[in-house]
């Protein structure tokens, strides 16, 4: 193919970085590029910048987006790499996420100085999270350990765990995994046990809906089994109407030609949730979160999320 630079938008971060390399480095290998056919773009986000509170309480997944994907509106950049998980489910009118990468281990590490396993945390243990999720999942399992509000990147909660801020922390595998960190990793947390977030480990790659050329550059980066689960997660998702603001947590796997989807919304406390499991055919793999979603909140769910 014929060479031309592509500028690749990202955020700052460690993990982003590593991203937008790992995409970086597969579009090199599927069309023979040299690294002088791309330009790494590193743009703020206003989720970068406020560290100081709780996500939930300043507008919830697109902090992380919004000036990337201007961005890309105003084609300053060709692409953008973004952990799924961050994305607002509704894109803006005019992108399109191109491509999914093969997806990462799921699971969430439990991570701790100190002790080998969430079991084996004493009561009533400083457990440091800001994940709405995670505090309800920990809460439903340990309703006796505190939790205190954990921000940062993966090296920043590492320290604050050195400093003894808390005694464990929870971070997804994925992450750690990329940042070469796995060896941080004190124990993998079975999805039986701590459902991930919705779209956890994956990486997408968005692009503007009108932009051919780019869209053909980064067809091949595609996978298919990622890419279904994660649609079925988001539409699970979006029909939840969650954020950032909700415990909330779903993941799609496929065997075959079937995706199989489990779901389940809590309380902040984690006294009430409600979880749903159904199959269907990888085809109708939106369809499948929908359902999943009209289950949880037919059988209360709803109260459960507006508690």
Not at 87 to 106: F, H, S
Not at 287 to 307: F, H, K, P, W
Request: glycine share 10%; hydrophobic share 40%.
């Amino acid at each position: 193919m014929q060479e031309r630079l592509i500028r690749i938008g990202t955020r700052g971060s460690a993990l982003a970085l590593a991203q937008a390399h790992e995409v970086k480095g597969r579009l090199m290998a599927a069309h023979g590029l040299p690294e002088t056919a791309f330009e790494i773009v590193i743009i703020k986000t206003t989720g970068d910048m406020i560290l100081d509170r709780p996500l939930s309480e300043v507008g919830g997944k697109g902090l992380f987006t919004k000036e990337i994907e201007e961005a890309l509106f105003e084609k300053r950049i060709d692409l953008a790499v973004h952990s799924m998980k961050d994305m607002q489910t509704a894109l803006p009118d005019g992108l399109v996420i191109g491509a999914t990468l093969p997806r990462e281990d799921v699971r969430d590490a439990f991570i701790s100085l100190k002790h080998k396993s969430f079991d084996s945390l004493p009561q009533g243990a400083v457990v440091g999270t800001s994940s709405l999720r995670r505090q309800a999942q920990i809460k439903r399992i340990r309703p006796d350990l505190q939790i205190v509000g954990f921000r940062g990147n993966v090296q920043t909660r590492l320290t604050k765990l050195r400093d003894e801020v808390a005694e464990a922390t929870f971070l997804a595998c994925a992450g750690l995994r990329r940042l070469g960190l796995a060896d941080h990793i004190t124990d993998a947390v079975p999805v039986e046990r701590m459902l991930p977030a919705v779209a956890q480990g994956a990486i997408g790659i968005e692009i503007r809906v009108d932009d051919e050329d780019t869209a053909k550059i980064i067809a091949p980066l595609d996978d298919q089994a990622t890419s279904l689960c994660v649609i079925a997660e988001r539409a699970f998702l979006g029909t939840l109407e969650g954020s950032c603001r909700t415990p909330i947590a779903g993941l799609a796997r496929l065997e075959g030609g079937t995706l199989t989807f489990k779901g389940e919304t809590l309380s902040p406390d984690g006294t009430r949730h409600v979880v749903s499991s159904k199959t269907g055919p990888a085809s109708s793999a939106a369809d499948l979160g929908v359902t999943v979603a009209d289950d949880i909140l037919s059988r209360g769910g709803r109260e459960v999320l507006q508690s």
